[in-house]
C-alpha cells in the first residue's frame, strides 16, 4: 500500500480524488460546512491547553491545499499510531472524533506542538508552525464518526514495517518473523533498556491483504482455520447455551450470531441479532444456567441489555439501558461478566489516557477501574482501580473468582515492556468491597519495535 504522502508525488490526480472522497465523506456524516469543520466553541481545557490559545486562529482553515499538505505530513508522522484512518488503538485516541473536530483549533495546535510524552503523544514543535497549522486543518477536516466511517484515508505506509532481510534483533528480543507457539524466551530487568532510552516507535495495524503463505501457527493438536471474514473490528466472542456464537462487530455497531459448523469450517447461519450499538464489546448473557433471560452488551459509553431466550437470532426488544460508563479518549471497550451467584455485574473501564491522575485530571473519575453494579444497574462502586486497562474479565468456574487482563502504562521507548502486560486475578469473594487478592501472571514479557501486542481476552478451558 502507497502511503498518501507517495501518493501525492507520483500521482497528483489520484490524490486530488482522494481529496474529494474526504470531503464528501464529511458531507454524508452530516458536517459538511466550514463553521462546523473548524469548530472554534469547546471544549475547554483540551488537553490542558491555555485557555489563550483558544482565540488564535488557523490561518489556513478549511482550505484545501492545507488540509492535502496536513495529509500527506499525517501519514509520514502521525498514521503509525493513530491508524490509517484515523481510528486510533488502545490508549492512542481516534483524530476523525468529535472531540477533535469541536476542540479549538488554537488548543490543538498547542497540543501537537507539546505533545504528552508522558502519555505516549511525542511533542512536535520540531515542524514548522506551518505544518502544524496544515496537521490541524487536516484532522480537523475529518469526519467525526471513525467506527462507522471506517477506510475513511486509505492505509498509510509511513510506519516501520520490517522487511524480511531486516537484521535478526539482539537476543533475548525477537520479532514476528522468529515466533512460533511454545518457544520461549526469558527477558529479565537487566535486559531491558532504561525508559526513554529512545522515543517509542509506532507501528500501529494497517489492513492489507493476506499473504498466501501467512496463516497463524498452533501448537501440535490445534487446527486454524478461517471461520467468518468480513467484519469490521470483531472483538469479543461469547457462547450461548445452546452453543450459538455471538461476535462484537464493534467497528461496525453490531452483535452477530453464528450458529453450527459447516464441513468447511464455517457457520452454517450466520444472523445480525443487532445494530445501532455504539463500539460494543463485552457481552453477557444473565442470569447463569441454560436459561437466561437477558443477554447483556458493553457499549463503550453504557451498559445496555436486550430480552433474550436461547435460540434467539435477533433481538426481540429494543436494547434497555442499565449503566452510564465514562467514555471518550483512549480504550474504548467495555467487558461484562456476572458474580457467581448472580448478585453483582462487573465491567471493565479502561483510561482515558496513559498515566494521567483523577484527581488533576477529572475526565478520569471511575476510568482504569473495574466497576460493579447490581444487575439493574443500581449502587454502582469503583471494585477494582488502578488498573490501566483490564479489557477483557472472567470468571474462574471452579472458585469463582474475577480475572481480568491488565495493560499496564506503555510509551517508555523502545524494547522497554509496558510496566506489565498481565492477567490478574482480581479477587476471591464474592461481593463488593474490593480486592483480597491480586496475583499477576506475566503474559507478555516483550516488546517488539512494533506497538506491543496487548492480552485482552481469556477463557477457562
Ligand atoms: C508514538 C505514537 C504517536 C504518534 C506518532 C502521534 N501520536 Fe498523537 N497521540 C498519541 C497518544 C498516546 C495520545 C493520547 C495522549 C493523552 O491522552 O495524553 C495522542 C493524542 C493526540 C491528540 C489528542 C486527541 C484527543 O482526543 O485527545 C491529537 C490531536 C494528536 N495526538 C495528534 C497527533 C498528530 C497530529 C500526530 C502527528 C504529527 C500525532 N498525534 C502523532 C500517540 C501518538
New binding site residues.
Given amino acids: 500500500m502507497k502511503s498518501i504522502a507517495q501518493q501525492s508525488t507520483r500521482s497528483p490526480r489520484r490524490m486530488n480524488l482522494w481529496i474529494r472522497t474526504v470531503i464528501a465523506g464529511i458531507v454524508v456524516i452530516g458536517c459538511g460546512d466550514a463553521i462546523c469543520a473548524t469548530g472554534q466553541d469547546k471544549p475547554a481545557g ?2 490542558d491547553a491555555p485557555a489563550t490559545m483558544d482565540r488564535i486562529k488557523n490561518p489556513y482553515v478549511g482550505q484545501p491545499a492545507a488540509i492535502q499538505a496536513g495529509s500527506a ?2 501519514a509520514a ?2 498514521a ?3 491508524g490509517g484512518s484515523a481510528m486510533g488503538s488502545g ?5 476523525a ?1 468529535v ?2 473536530k469541536q476542540a479549538s483549533a488554537g488548543a ?1 495546535f498547542w ?2 506542538t507539546h505533545g ?1 510524552t508522558e ?4 511533542a ?1 514543535g520540531n ?1 514548522s508552525s506551518e505544518q502544524r497549522w496544515d ?1 490541524v486543518t487536516f ?1 480537523q477536516s475529518l469526519g467525526s464518526e471513525p467506527s462507522r466511517a471506517p477506510g475513511l484515508l486509505p492505509a498509510a505506509s509511513a510506519s516501520a514495517n520490517i522487511p524480511e532481510n531486516w537484521p535478526a534483533p539482539t537476543p533475548p528480543f525477537t520479532d514476528f518473523r522468529y515466533e512460533s507457539p511454545g518457544t520461549t524466551r526469558k527477558i529479565t530487568v537487566q535486559d531491558l533498556p532504561s525508559p526513554y532510552a529512545t522515543p ?1 516507535a ?1 507501528n500501529g495495524p494497517e489492513v492489507v491483504a493476506r499473504p498466501a503463505s501467512a496463516w497463524p501457527k498452533a501448537p501440535p493438536g490445534f487446527k486454524v482455520q478461517l471461520f467468518a471474514s468480513n467484519l469490521e473490528n470483531p472483538r469479543l466472542l461469547r457462547t450461548a447455551p445452546n452453543g450459538d456464537i455471538f461476535l462484537a462487530e464493534t467497528g461496525a455497531g453490531k452483535l452477530i450470531v453464528f450458529r453450527g459448523i459447516a464441513a468447511n469450517g464455517q457457520p452454517r447461519e450466520t444472523h445480525v441479532f443487532a445494530t445501532g450499538l455504539n463500539e460494543p464489546f463485552g457481552i453477557a448473557f444473565y442470569p447463569a444456567g441454560t436459561n437466561p433471560h437477558w443477554i447483556y452488551v458493553g457499549n463503550t459509553d453504557e451498559v445496555v441489555r436486550f430480552p433474550f431466550q436461547v435460540g434467539d437470532l435477533q433481538a426481540r426488544g429494543k436494547p434497555e439501558h442499565i449503566a452510564d460508563l465514562p467514555h471518550g ?2 480504550h474504548s471497550t467495555r467487558d461484562i461478566r456476572f458474580s457467581p451467584d448472580g448478585s453483582r455485574m462487573y465491567v471493565s473501564v479502561g483510561s ?3 498515566v ?1 491522575d483523577p484527581d488533576t485530571h477529572p475526565a478520569e473519575k471511575n476510568r482504569a477501574d473495574i466497576l460493579v453494579f447490581r444487575p439493574d444497574g443500581s449502587d454502582m462502586h469503583v471494585y477494582a482501580s488502578g488498573i490501566r486497562n483490564a479489557v477483557g474479565l472472567a470468571i474462574d468456574p471452579k472458585t469463582g473468582a474475577l480475572w481480568c487482563s491488565v495493560n499496564e502504562r506503555d ?1 517508555l521507548g523502545d524494547w522497554r515492556p509496558t510496566t506489565s502486560r498481565t492477567w490478574s486475578k482480581v479477587d476471591s469473594m464474592a461481593g463488593p468491597g474490593g480486592i483480597r487478592e491480586l496475583i499477576r501472571i506475566p503474559a507478555m514479557p516483550g516488546n517488539t519495535p512494533s506497538w506491543p501486542a496487548a492480552p485482552s481476552c481469556r477463557t477457562f478451558f
Fill in positions: 483540551f488537553h505530513l499525517y508522522h502521525c503509525s499510531c493513530h490508549n492512542v485516541p481516534a483524530l472524533s472531540r477533535v490543538l497540543f501537537i504528552a502519555n505516549g503523544m511525542p512536535w515542524l496537521l484532522v517509542s509506532g479518549q483512549g482515558g489516557s496513559n494521567d510509551g
